[in-house]
Nanobody, 123 residues
Framework: EVQLVESGGGSVQAGGTLSLACTVS????????LGWFRQFPGKEREGVAG???????LYTDSVKGRFSISMDYAKNALYLQMNSLKPEDTAMYYC?????????????????WGQGTQVTVSS
């Protein structure tokens, strides 16, 4: 099973930036899909961004234009650059791996998650 370890969470004021990183225990080429999810208190986990080994990306509408997902194959690492953060982005963020379909990643296809890292945005 793929092991995923997140880092980089923290607290920031609205409009600020944070970068999350995820260390992947296996060759990222073998994962198919890597992505970021978040979970608000009392809510189910939701997909934020995903990227396939083919380079195709997927973002949830609320973060488009503000967040950017990328993968470093040499380091077996996944990143999430978060700009123009809003208080409603406050959540626990999870790194995830899953299966690609035709080179595309869909949020329902993720199976493994890391332990999470907290992101808090104050107004």
């Amino acid at each position: 099973e793929v092991q995923l370890v997140e880092s980089g969470g923290g607290s920031v004021q609205a409009g600020g930036t944070l970068s999350l990183a995820c260390t992947v225990s296996v060759d990222t080429y073998s994962t198919g899909c890597l992505g970021w999810f978040r979970q608000f208190p009392g809510k189910e986990r939701e997909g934020v961004a995903g990227i396939s080994t083919a380079g195709n990306t997927l973002y949830t509408d609320s973060v488009k234009g503000r967040f950017s997902i990328s993968m470093d194959y040499a380091k077996n690492a996944l990143y999430l650059q978060m700009n123009s953060l809003k208080p409603e982005d406050t959540a626990m963020y999870y790194c995830a791996s899953g299966t690609s379909f035709g080179g595309n990643c869909y949020f329902w296809a993720y199976k493994n998650w890391g332990q999470g890292t907290q992101v808090t945005v104050s107004s």
